[in-house]
């Protein structure tokens, strides 16, 4: 009856041997490391990085427990502190020969002391939030208006060269705030204009009004334009967020939206936060140039004269020196759009589409019509450098506002090109409200008292149960453990960030899970008293209780996923944990206990007694009462 078949055991015992494994990285703490990332926004980090890093230690006499290519950087492990600031100036030397322009960013950080072969398995420790580890919070705000702003600017540059290019007389075009105005003096000219503008800008809604003699006509953007434009905005601006803070070389940032106009940005284990601000606040501006192909600029290129007058030297991508000239064609305000794609000749090549706005489109239509078969330059300057993102040859003239860039790229480096090009700056300006810096001292005294929470809660639910259900609660006890280790190792599996409210979550799980077994515990008993033998009442009782603790969980993991879907923050990392705990707790206390119990009583065909605790009897029933505690004693009721 109590007995479970030998692939249930062999589940549990691979549970518990992955609950072991991944739970383990978490013990070993973290090693000081380098970690080194891109300076320049044209420069990709790959894995021949890593035998250049490693020759450049080994000539310094440093030996990193590893090197190793993760992500979009090159992380080195050492085994003392010492070691890692001799092997930062090492390396700083090796791949900024110029300081002042540096290509690279060296970086400290701090890696899993996890031997190498946990790490072939992926078991990794989880990531410490902000409140654990110490850091960098800031609160941004969207300026939204501005955003609008701009999006009716374009706009309105967009109606002048569609109402030129038809050859529709107006009597001005304005802008008013978010709205664009414009006035005719004949009402038939009005009407082609509206239904002109109504079909090329779907996204605006226009309304006639009188305005004396003439007639005015006003264009607004839909409720629902005006909000993908502000949504635009927010992700566009974290994804630029999200390029900028890689150079901090930050192992787990929360860069999230926070309503619908603000974005959070936590940075565990930055202190400096001059230096934060300093990278998230910069600027990225984008320039189109004409390159220079005289026969002086062919000179300086190969080194025998001087770079022309009104030209500049730049480098491209493979570091190719590359001279353009001074004048400025179209700058990034311009772009409103960069995707991947491919060509649309028969090569079928990987190429970046760009979208021009009105003014934009009008400058590139006449300078590619004035210069084919020349090359034009897509410069992309950050901290005041500038370098050449592509320089595709003109073979033809190109309206409409809509630009196609290839050649000699891959589909990877399309899709960086477009990135670059689209997140090079904000969508719209953003302010810090809110600044707040947490140290390092704090985050450790915060991580000793959550395990120390959750340590003396397991002790004292421990020493309870083992009291009040003896045996019984001794598995108990030993499935609550289960549980914990599985939730941990859930937890590293997932590479999920643990943070304050998080352990509070695992201490909550504690008592939640516990529950489960206390109403199996008690349903047993309840078995007993109503006269069914020893082994009836187990089985009876962990099947009766099974629904209850089901209908429980469900209706907690109700209220968890809905924090999970609608939190953010430090609700959100809370949640995660609790939904977790949930589904661990459900089955560590039914399965796992289940299969100790079974383990302890199952193969016992004369079972008289179990070790649960005092069982109470009817009153006027044989024996009022009854110990159910020594096996082999006789019971008539149990």
Not at 49 to 54: G, K, M, Q, W
Not at 202 to 226: C, N, S
Not at 290 to 305: D, H, K, M, P, Q
Request: a neutral charge; aromatic letters at 6%; hydrophobic letters at 45%.
């Amino acid at each position: 009856m109590n007995r479970y078949p030998w692939w249930k055991y062999l589940i549990l015992g691979i549970a518990l041997l992955v609950g072991l494994i991944y739970t383990l990285p978490n013990f070993y703490g973290e090693a000081p490391a380098v970690q080194v990332s891109s300076g320049k926004a044209t420069l990709k980090i790959d894995a021949g990085l890593v035998p250049r890093i490693e020759q450049t230690l080994s000539s310094a006499g440093l030996k990193p427990d590893f090197v190793q290519f993760e992500g979009n950087s090159v992380k080195a492990r050492f085994g003392s502190t010492d070691e890692q600031i001799k092997a930062k100036d090492a390396i700083s030397k090796a791949l900024n020969p110029d300081t002042a322009n540096p290509s690279y960013i060296v970086a400290l950080n701090l890696l899993s002391r996890s031997p190498h072969w946990l790490a072939s398995l992926h078991a990794l420790p989880m990531y410490l939030g902000l409140d654990l580890r110490g850091g960098v919070h800031f609160l941004m705000q969207v300026d939204m208006k501005a955003a609008l702003t701009k999006k009716a600017e374009s706009v309105t540059g967009d109606i002048r060269t569609l109402l030129r290019d038809k050859n529709i007389r107006h009597a001005g075009i304005s802008r008013d705030g978010n709205l664009v105005v414009l006035r005719f003096r004949d009402a038939a000219v009005l009407a082609q204009a509206r239904n002109l503008l109504t079909d090329q800008l779907p996204d605006l809604l226009w309304t006639e009004t009188p305005d004396g003699a003439d007639f005015r006509l006003t264009g607004a953007l839909k409720p629902a334009a005006a909000k993908a434009v502000q949504d635009a905005a927010v992700k566009q601006n974290i994804t630029t967020l999200h390029n900028r803070v890689n150079e901090l070389g930050v192992a787990e940032p929360v860069i999230q939206q926070q309503g619908a106009d603000r974005v959070v940005v936590q940075l565990p284990g930055v202190q400096d936060t001059a230096k934060a601000k300093d990278i998230i606040g910069r600027t990225a501006t984008l320039e189109v140039r004409l390159v220079n192909t005289s026969t002086e600029a062919l000179a300086a290129l190969s080194g025998g004269g001087p770079v022309p007058f009104g030209s500049e030297r730049y480098l491209e991508k493979d570091g190719a020196p590359i001279i353009v000239f001074r004048q400025v064609i179209l700058t990034g305000e311009n772009l409103t759009d960069a995707q991947p794609g491919f060509s649309g000749d028969n090569q079928g090549e990987p190429a970046v589409h760009l979208t021009l706005d009105a003014k934009g489109a009008r400058i590139f239509r006449d300078v590619t019509r004035e210069n084919i078969n020349k090359r034009m330059a897509i410069i992309l300057f950050e901290k005041g450098k500038g370098e050449v993102v592509t320089a595709p040859v003109i073979r033809g003239e190109i309206g409409g506002g809509r630009v196609q860039i290839s050649g000699r790229m891959t589909t990877s480096e399309a899709a960086d090109t477009a990135l670059l090009l689209r997140a090079g700056s904000l969508a719209a300006p953003m302010e810090i409200i809110e600044e707040r810096t947490i140290g390092p001292t704090l985050g450790a005294e915060n991580i000793a008292k959550g395990f120390a929470s959750v340590g003396y809660g397991f002790a004292a639910i421990a020493v309870f149960m083992c009291c009040y259900y003896l045996l019984f609660g001794v598995f108990s006890t030993l499935a609550l453990a289960f549980n914990l280790l599985l939730l941990v190792a859930v937890l590293s599996m997932l590479q999920a960030t643990l943070t304050l409210p998080g352990m509070a979550a695992i201490a909550l799980t504690l008592g939640m899970a516990i529950d489960a077994n206390v109403l199996i515990n008690e349903r047993v008993r309840e078995e007993l008293r109503n006269g069914a033998t020893a082994q009836a009442a187990i089985n009876a009782g962990y099947e009766k209780a099974f629904a209850t603790i089901l209908d429980s969980n469900i209706t907690t993991l109700i209220a968890g996923l809905a924090l999970l879907t609608f939190g953010s923050g430090f609700v959100k990392g809370f949640a995660v944990v609790h939904c977790l705990g949930i589904l661990t707790s459900m089955f560590s206390a039914v399965m796992f206990s289940r299969g100790l119990v079974n383990l302890w009583y199952g193969g016992k065909k004369r079972l008289k007694t179990v070790s649960i605790g005092q069982v109470w009897r009817p009153a006027g029933a044989a024996g009022a009462t009854g110990n159910a505690v020594a096996e082999g004693e006789p019971d008539a009721k149990a």
